[in-house]
C-alpha cells in the first residue's frame, strides 16, 4: 500500500548510512510500489555538490549495496529523478533558506538526521525556527541516543525545545526488524504461548546477537563506548522488553512502550559475578581488538555477556542470558526460550533435558524452531529424541518471505504513515541508560579488564561458566 506523497530530508545524506542502508531502502520502497512518484528525498550536508552530483553519488551507492536482483536500470533512474540536493551548514546561516524553498508545503516532512549527536540541538533548532518544520513534521534520529543518562537526557531535552514527542522518532533498527514483530504477532496472536510464558514454566532465556565482523574502521567510536553501550543498552534491551513485557492492551504505539518501559524499570543491577567482558585476540580474520581500536592500554569490551532478573511478578526466579560480540563463531540472533522439564518423567530420562525450547531467529534463515520431544522411530521400545518443529519464513511463505523489507525500509515508511510504535519514546531510553550506568560505573571503579578470547569462537570461557555454574548452557552459535 503506497504511503503518502512526503519530502523526506536526510541530513548527513551523502554519509555512511545514508548510502549503505537509508538511500538503498528508500529505493526499494519505490521499486515495491510503495513509495509514491511524487515523493521527493532531499540529501543535506556540508558537501558543496549539486542535484546531479548528489545523484551520481547515490547511483554508485546503489550498484554498490543494492542486491543485484533488485536493480533495474529504469527504476534506478526513476529515483534518482526523486532527488535534491542542499549543501547546508548545521550551525550557521548558510543553505537553510534554499532548503526551505524546497519543500512543498502540502506534504508530509520528515528530517533524518543521521549525523553526530552534536548536531541535533542546531539542526532542531534551525528547522524550527527558520519555520521550515511545522508541528505536524516528523524527525528521525540515529542511535548513539547519548553515551549516558546525562548525555541522553540533555538530548532529549534539546529536541523537546523544538518538537513534540509525537514528533521524534527514535531508530533502533532491530526493532525493525521482520521477526522482531513476529514476536509480538506469536506471543499476542496465539494461545498456545502466552500461559505458558511465565517463570512457572520458562526455565531460562537466552538472547544472543553474536557478529562475525570486528570493529575495523569504527574503532575510535567504538572503543568510546564498548558492547554494553553499543548493542545491549539498545538492541539486546529491546529484544527482552518484547520478551517480557505484559500483554499491552492495544497494539498502538503508547500501549506497546509504556509495557516495555516498565520491564526495564524491572530489571535489577547486575552484579560483578553475573557479567564477563571480552576482547578478541589477533587471528585469522584479522588483528586483535586492541590493534583494531589503536589503544593497547583499551580497557573497553567488544564481548559481553550477563546474566539478568526481570524482578516482577511473572518473571521472578527466570533468569535472562545475554551475550553479544564481535569476531564470533557465526553471525547469528536468536531469541531462545527454554522451558522447563515436564513435572514428572513417566520415562526413563534424567530431567534437566530441556527439550522444549522455542528459538526465535532474527537472522539469518529468519523463522521460529520449537523444540519437541518424540519417541524415536523403530522397534528400539519408547526411545526419546528431541526434534524441530520448524518454520522457516522462508519455506513457509515462498516468495512473499524474499520480499521482507529491511529494517530501515520498515521504519521510514512507518515515520511517513506517522506510527511510532517501533520507535523508542525519549522516557525508554533514559530509563535503559539509568539501568546501564551504574553497571559501566561499577566495572570501571574496579578498573575491570576484559577477557581475551580466540576468534571464531563463542567468547570468553568465562561466559560459558555463567551458565555451567547454573547447571545450564549456553546454545550453539551457529
Ligand atoms: C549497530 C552497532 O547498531 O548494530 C554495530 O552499532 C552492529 O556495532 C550493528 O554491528 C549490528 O546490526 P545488524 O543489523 O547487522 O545485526
Known amino acids: 500500500i503506497p504511503v503518502e506523497p512526503f519530502d523526506l530530508v536526510i541530513f548527513g545524506g551523502t554519509g555512511d548510512l545514508a548510502r549503505r542502508k537509508i538511500l538503498p531502502g528508500l529505493y526499494r520502497r519505490l521499486a515495491d510500489g510503495q513509495m509514491p512518484p511524487e515523493a521527493r528525498i532531499i540529501g543535506a550536508a556540508r558537501s558543496d555538490l549539486d542535484d546531479d552530483g548528489f545523484r551520481e553519488l547515490v547511483r554508485e551507492a546503489l550498484y554498490e549495496y543494492q ?55 542546531p539542526i532542531a533548532e534551525r528547522l524550527k525556527d527558520r519555520g521550515i518544520a511545522d508541528d505536524e513534521a516528523r524527525i528521525v534520529v540515529e542511535k548513539p541516543f547519548g553515551h549516558d543518562l546525562e548525555s541522553a537526557k540533555a538530548l532529549n531535552a534539546s529536541l523537546a525545545q523544538h518538537f513534540n514527542e509525537k514528533q521524534i522518532y527514535r531508530i533502533d533498527h532491530y526493532l525493525g526488524k521482520e521477526t522482531v514483530q513476529n514476536l509480538m504477532a506469536v506471543r499476542f496472536g496465539n494461545m498456545l504461548f502466552e500461559p ?21 574502521g569504527r574503532g575510535e567510536y567504538y572503543d568510546r563506548s564498548g558492547a554494553m553501550r553499543d548493542m545491549v543498552q539498545n538492541h539486546l534491551l529491546q529484544l527482552l522488553c518484547l520478551i517480557a513485557m505484559e500483554p499491552p492492551s492495544r497494539y498502538d504505539p503508547d500501549a506497546v512502550r509504556d509495557e516495555k518501559l516498565k520491564v526495564i524499570r524491572a530489571l535489577d543491577t547486575v552484579r560483578p559475578d553475573d557479567l564477563v567482558r571480552g576482547q578478541y585476540l589477533a587471528g585469522p580474520s584479522g588483528p586483535s581488538y586492541l590493534e583494531d581500536v589503536g589503544n593497547p592500554n583499551s580497557l573497553t569490551e567488544c564481548f559481553i555477556a550477563m546474566r539478568l532478573a526481570v524482578s516482577n511478578w511473572r518473571w521472578a526466579g527466570t533468569p535472562f542470558y545475554l551475550r553479544t560480540g564481535k569476531r564470533l563463531k557465526a553471525r547469528t540472533s536468536e531469541i531462545a526460550i ?25 537472522q539469518p534463515n529468519e523463522g521460529m524452531e520449537m523444540s519437541v520431544t518424540i519417541k524415536e522411530p523403530g522397534p528400539g521400545g519408547m526411545r526419546l529424541i528431541d526434534v524441530p518443529l520448524d518454520m522457516s519464513f522462508a ?23 506517522g506510527n511510532q510504535t517501533l520507535f523508542m519514546r525519549g522516557d525508554e531510553v533514559e530509563a535503559a541508560w539509568a539501568w546501564t550506568d551504574p553497571v559501566i560505573a561499577d566495572w570501571e571503579s574496579r578498573g575491570h579488564v576484559p577477557s581475551p578470547y580466540d576468534q571464531g569462537s563463542s567468547g570468553p570461557d568465562d561466559a560459558l561458566m ?4 547454573d547447571g545450564r548452557r549456553w546454545r550453539d552459535i551457529r
Open 196 to 216: 505458558l510464558w511465565n517463570s512457572q514454566y520458562v526455565d531460562h532465556i537466552q538472547i544472543t546477537v553474536a557478529e562475525t565482523v570486528g570493529v575495523g
Open 338 to 362: 527454554v522451558f522447563k522439564d515436564a513435572p514428572h518423567s513417566i520415562f526413563d530420562v534424567p530431567q534437566g533435558r530441556h527439550s522444549n525450547v522455542l528459538s526465535i531467529r532474527l
Open 466 to 469: 555463567l551458565l555451567h555454574r
Open 67 to 121: 542486491r543485484e536482483e533488485d536493480l533495474d536500470s529504469e527504476q534506478v533512474e526513476t529515483f534518482l529523478g526523486l532527488l535534491f540536493y542542499v549543501t547546508v551548514d548545521a550551525k550557521g546561516d548558510a543553505g537553510w533558506e534554499d532548503l526551505k524553498k524546497l519543500m512543498n508545503p502540502d506534504r508530509v516532512h520528515a528530517f533524518y538526521f543521521s549525523v553526530a549527536p552534536s548536531l541535533f540541538g
Open 395 to 417: 519455506e513457509a511463505l515462498g516468495e512473499q518471505a524474499s520480499d521482507i523489507p529491511d529494517a530501515y525500509e520498515r521504519l521510514i515508511m512507518d515515520v511517513i504513515r
